[in-house]
């Protein structure tokens, strides 16, 4: 016969109110028996045992139903069944532990501890101190935020011999008091653990970290020993201000790791940026000069600036192995130079207008040459250079004005002989220039020479050397002559070559003059007429290239070549990425190449060809299509884009433009692959409208 629940509850109901006790306990206990889950009749049931006296009964009733409530989540309902056990027995440890627990689950710490401390009580009365010594670990790991408590209880697991579940503890609790921006007290529970396993590297390096944040460089600096905790520790001294402390420990990284480039630039350029060229020599090695070429140009700069010029100019040397069109950054930089150290300046130049001359570039040399020489006007060597390559590159204007300035620079500088050389090469090239015979008259006081006026009379009367342009000028011109002097009047009081007499120029003798054979009679119309001759027309003067003008022309050509270089590096590097599958970084780099025009054709096929695999058929189309329009580098390569565009169109529902693409190829390319096929079937598909 089935068991009927409801009858036997209400059974017991009536015994109760009849005051039969044992009666109603019996009927309880058999719905108890009969339906172990029933936790409400068995709490029922051990109130009426506890009524009865049956303490015991009671208890393990209670302790039943309590674990029951537990297994189906009633936490607080089973607490409390579990506080009836205990005023029935205030020592079971099971219960004590169970009441302690669901306590803790519930948050409620303080009822917890008092719970499990009263089992370790019990344990150390009874002389289980290992025992006890593990309640009270638990005692202290109850409330995960107390972390005192959590590292007296790691203290305690220590003690107990248990040291690896101590550290991990330790190193739980230091992470936590990080991500609670509580650096101190994380490194403090760290050092807690380096102590027990002072060889783990595991701990030492968070305990580095922790140092850091903590702002204890010198407890991270003795832990550190890894390059990653070096560099963290140096990041963090050069942001806290302690440069040199962040030098240092960077140094020492680099000396852990040699081949480390990016480190060496740092310091390089660190140590360049202080000026000093000896620590910054320690990594500038091959690697790092190409990784960064404009480097070695700043560490000579600072090498010459010092009077080190040999390295410097070594410096100077390796950076234009390393840039081969450099030799612009080497001209500003001389320039740059040409006031305090002009030496230095000067031969680092000498090193770039040599590779232009070696490509016969005469212009540019002379243009830098110039530049240089007007920041520098009386640095002799530099003019001499400039004379010497107008020579070469047969620049005759530009060289009459560098042989002006080099006169006037031995004048300067006291060179009295080359400055007479050059001043009467000038004069017998220009005899009416006032300012040339001042420049002779200054060589010849140089000179010591007692009466310049007439060593200057002497050579401006003296007949002029044979040469072809003599035997011209000696030359008869007759009335019928078709060549035709350009001679203009000019105010002999507003000449520019006008011989004032109260000038100090007075003493020299026009008669005198005038008696010389070759130059008589030009000279005596000069003397009579007060003219000048213009011969602009006969011999316009070229002007030497411009610096900036030749430094901006260069510029732009390397600026375009830096663009196409810089397409073709991102277009090499998003092949590789897509080879290597990853389309998400190769994508943008072919969006990057694409703005180039030559190397658009490439990157736009390839990102069709990639939207089109990943279903971005809308995307492709318009990626085919600046192909398409874009040069292509053989007829096969403009073909397979145009195949590949009508295919897209196709599949993207778009019949007319794929036909219209297919019948251009067909033009172009004749019967390539299946085109006849594909317009056949096309034109076939728009007959049937």
């Known amino acids: 016969m089935a068991f009927d629940r409801a009858a036997t509850l209400r059974q017991a109901e009536k015994l109760l109110r009849q005051g039969k006790l044992d009666a109603a306990i019996a009927a309880y206990a058999s719905v108890v028996e009969h339906e172990p889950t029933d936790w409400n009749t068995a709490n029922t049931l051990g109130d009426l045992y506890a009524r009865a006296g049956h303490s015991e009964r009671a208890a393990d009733q209670f302790i039943r139903c309590a674990d029951r409530l537990i297994a189906e ?12 056990v205990l005023k029935l027995r205030p020592d079971d440890e099971r219960a004590l532990l169970q009441a302690g627990e669901l306590a803790a689950r519930q948050g409620l710490y303080l009822d917890a501890r008092a719970y499990l401390t009263a089992v370790a009580d019990g344990r150390t009365a009874r002389g289980d101190a290992s025992g006890a010594a593990e309640i009270r670990i638990r005692v202290d790991t109850l409330d995960p935020n107390d972390y005192d ?3 007296a209880a790691a203290r305690l697991r220590a003690d107990r011999g248990d040291i690896i579940g101590a550290v991990g503890d330790l190193r739980e609790i230091a992470q936590a008091l990080a991500h609670k921006s509580r650096p101190s007290d994380a490194l403090a529970a760290l050092e807690q653990a380096a102590q027990l396993v002072p060889g783990d590297d595991r701990v030492r390096a968070q305990l580095v970290y922790a140092a850091v944040e903590a702002g204890d460089f010198a407890r991270a600096r003795a832990s550190a020993t890894s390059v990653d905790e070096l560099r963290t520790l140096a990041d963090a001294l050069d942001k806290h201000g302690r440069q040199d402390e962040a030098i ?6 680099a000396r852990l790791s040699p081949g480390n480039v990016d480190l060496a630039l740092r310091l390089a350029r660190t140590f360049l940026a202080r000026g000093d060229v000896t620590a910054a020599a320690e990594f500038l090695s091959p690697e790092v000069a190409r990784a960064d070429p404009p480097l070695l140009l700043s560490a000579a700069e600072v090498q010459l600036r010092t009077g080190r010029v040999d390295a410097g100019l070594l410096s100077v040397r390796r950076f234009l192995d390393e840039e081969a069109d450099g030799r612009e950054q080497v001209a ?8 305090d150290a002009p030496e230095g300046g000067f031969r680092a130049l000498d090193i770039a207008t040599e590779a232009a001359a070696a490509r016969s570039d005469w212009g540019w040399s002379v243009a830098a040459l110039q530049e240089f020489s007007r920041r520098a006007p ?3 060597p530099a003019l001499l250079r400039l004379v010497e390559s107008c020579l070469d590159g047969g620049l005759e204007p530009a060289l009459y004005d560098a042989q002006l300035q080099l006169t006037d620079a031995y004048l300067t500088t006291g060179a009295g002989a080359e400055a007479r050389t050059l001043a009467e090469d000038l004069l017998d090239r220009e005899p009416w220039e006032i300012a040339h015979v001042d420049r002779l008259r200054r060589a010849l006081a140089l000179l010591d020479e007692r009466d310049p006026d007439r060593v200057i009379a002497a050579r401006l009367s003296a007949p002029a050397a044979p040469s072809e342009d003599a035997a011209v000028a000696a030359t008869p011109i007759a009335a019928d002559d078709e060549l035709e002097l ?4 000019v105010d002999s009081e507003n000449s520019p070559h006008a011989v004032d007499p109260d000038d100090g120029y007075g003493e020299v003798d026009l008669g005198e003059i005038a008696t010389a054979p070759a130059l008589a009679a030009t000279r005596l119309d000069m003397a009579d007429m007060d003219l000048s001759i213009a011969i602009d027309d006969i011999a316009a003067p070229i002007t030497a290239p411009d610096l900036d003008g030749v430094f901006e022309q260069l510029r732009d050509e390397v600026t375009m070549r830096s663009a196409v270089d810089a397409a073709e590096a991102d277009y090499q590097r998003a092949l590789v990425l897509q080879r290597a599958g990853d389309i998400d970084e190769c994508v943008p780099l072919l969006l990057a190449a694409a703005r180039e025009p030559a190397v658009r054709f490439a990157a736009a096929s390839l990102l069709g060809r990639i939207f089109k695999q990943g279903g971005l058929t809308a995307d492709a189309i318009e990626w085919f299509e600046q192909a ?8 096969s390569a403009a073909h397979e884009v145009l195949y590949e565009l009508a295919d897209a169109l196709e599949s993207a529902g778009e019949p007319a433009r794929a036909l219209a693409v297919w019948l251009e190829l067909q033009a172009d390319a004749g019967s390539y692959r299946d085109v006849a096929a594909r317009i056949d079937r096309l034109a076939n598909m728009k007959a049937r409208g």
């Open 149 to 151: 408590r959590r590292r």
């Open 332 to 339: 500003r930089l001389s320039c740059r130079l040409a006031d």
């Open 248 to 253: 240092e420990t960077l140094q020492l990284v």
């Open 73 to 84: 989540g009633f936490l607080a309902k089973a607490g409390a069944v579990y506080k009836k």
């Open 628 to 635: 398409a329009d874009s040069p292509a580098p053989e007829p």
């Open 486 to 489: 350009m001679v203009v009047d």
């Open 378 to 380: 009386t640095f002799v």
